[in-house]
């Protein structure tokens, strides 16, 4: 059976393979920036002390250069919509132990994907289909009390270490 992905117009990725760490510790900052604009990702990427964010920087950066020159859209609306970590193949080296023996010691690897989606894209589309409805029926049972969400008041920033 041959699956064949819809491709998105208005999404692009970068994939990082064979990074070496392991896939719990980069899932750790991933959690942290899923969902956040490009600008914010940067930001909370550069301020984490954790070794795991160097590669996830450079990844995320990338896919907003490919994001850039391929398909010409704006760094400022772009978001993180997919940020996902695999585990890799695990590199095995041998140490030397006493008596002439040798231990087996297996260095983790990991495969991250950044997909970036572009945001300017769906509000286009939600301005073409709200100019054809009737304007009387679009707010009339829904809450209109739109939240922000503020990165240092979520309290979680710093959670896992």
């Excluded at 040798?102 to 989606?117: A, D, E, F, G």
Aim: with cysteine.
């Amino acid at each position: 059976m041959i699956k064949r992905r819809k491709k998105n117009l208005d999404e692009v990725y970068a994939l990082g393979q064979h990074i070496r760490m392991s896939a719990h510790k980069a899932r750790r900052v991933i959690d942290q920036i899923r969902g956040r604009s490009y600008e914010e990702t940067l930001m909370i990427l550069e301020l984490m002390p954790y070794r795991a964010c160097y590669p996830i920087f450079k990844l995320v950066y990338s896919a907003a250069a490919n994001a850039s020159h391929n398909k010409g859209f704006n760094e400022a609306n772009l978001v993180i919509s997919k940020a996902q970590v695999n585990e890799g193949t695990a590199a095995k080296r041998l140490k030397p132990r006493a008596r002439g023996r040798s231990y087996l010691i297996k260095r983790p690897t990991c495969h991250i994907t950044i997909v970036l989606k572009d945001i300017s894209f769906y509000e286009e589309y939600e301005e073409f289909f709200m100019c054809s409805k009737k304007p009387g029926l679009i707010n009339k049972n829904k809450n209109t009390n739109l939240t922000c969400h503020d990165t240092y008041s979520s309290g979680g920033l710093w959670d896992k270490k």
